[in-house]
């Protein structure tokens, strides 16, 4: 009976396959024998399978390493160690007043500096406004708007 792994064990796994495997693709969507949209198709629906079980896999190889008994080791060609990765800390509980008022004044910044980019944006041209402080006139330019052209594919 064919499981899961047996059909995945067709992919590269090896730093080495995966260079050989990237060219060969890479020739074959240069020389016509793949569509690229099939392809796109197939790496969008895997990045999706990828995401559902990453979460479930992450938990139970972990438990799987551990049974090694040791931080580092090799498997099947791959160096393999049990790290501690994405420390974060939680702040919201040391009621350090300096914390907290730095907090608020940066949630305020961050909320003028929102305001001031809508506002930026709604330029068509540019225009002249005053410094109220220093009495300096300033020509306000609109925005560079810049995007990058893509395929959204939707399962």
Not at 10 to 35: A, R, V, W, Y
Not at 62 to 69: I, L, T
Request: proline share 3%; charged share 30%; hydrophobic share 35%.
């Amino acid at each position: 009976m064919e499981t899961t792994i047996s059909t995945l064990s067709i992919l590269p796994s090896t730093k080495d396959e995966i260079q050989n495997f990237s060219i060969k693709i890479i020739s074959e969507l240069e020389s016509g024998m793949i569509n690229p949209l099939d392809l796109l198709k197939q790496i969008k629906c895997f990045e999706k399978v990828i995401e559902q079980t990453k979460d479930t896999l992450s938990k139970m190889a972990r438990e799987e390493a551990e049974k090694y008994g040791t931080k580092n080791f090799e498997f099947k060609g791959v160096k393999i160690e049990l790290a501690e990765v994405g420390t974060k800390y939680d702040y919201s509980h040391c009621n350090d007043f300096v914390m907290a008022k730095v907090s608020e004044d940066l949630a305020k910044l961050n909320e003028t500096k929102k305001q001031r980019e809508t506002f930026l944006k709604s330029l068509k041209e540019p225009i002249s406004l005053i410094d109220e402080e220093s009495g300096d006139v300033f020509q306000i330019l609109p925005p560079v708007k810049s995007s990058s052209s893509s395929l959204k594919i939707t399962i």
